[in-house]
């Protein structure tokens, strides 16, 4: 059973930065690739960004491409968001994914595990 553990969410301002991060147990890290989705109220949970199993190819939906950074230390089974010149439209529940298949998909019903999600909240 694998278990993802979301932190880092808070309440900013506009332009602000935030890092959030998903911590993995229960399993070996490196057999899944990742990602991180998010999910603005009463609208359908869409893709952010996603990276490899060993960090090396990294993929951004467009509307964070060059704003936001995807990271992971498979040495300390822990996932990273880093969210720079934050906009309103960031505000929404951003979940942390993992995925045992071997090629990269930005559908969310392709990973098998979720977490609980990590509240981001973007004031002007």
């Known amino acids: 059973q694998v278990q993802l553990v979301e932190s880092g969410g808070g309440l900013v301002q506009a332009g602000a930065s935030l890092r959030l991060s998903c911590a993995a147990t229960?399993?070996?890290?490196?057999?899944?690739?990742l990602a991180w989705f998010r999910q603005a109220a009463g609208k359908e949970r869409e893709f952010v960004a996603a990276?490899?199993?060993?960090?090396?190819?990294?993929y951004y939906a467009n509307s964070v491409k060059g704003r936001f950074t995807i990271s992971r230390d498979n040495g300390k089974n822990t996932m990273y968001l880093q969210m720079n010149s934050l906009k309103l439209e960031d505000t929404a529940v951003y979940h942390c994914?993992?995925?045992?298949?071997?090629?990269?998909?930005?559908?969310?019903?392709?990973?098998?595990?979720w977490g609980q999600g990590t509240q981001v909240t973007v004031s002007s």
């Open positions: 990276i490899s199993r060993r960090g090396l190819v990294t």
């Open positions: 229960g399993t070996i890290f490196t057999l899944y690739r």
């Open positions: 994914a993992a995925d045992s298949g071997d090629s990269h998909s930005d559908d969310p019903g392709v990973y098998d595990y």
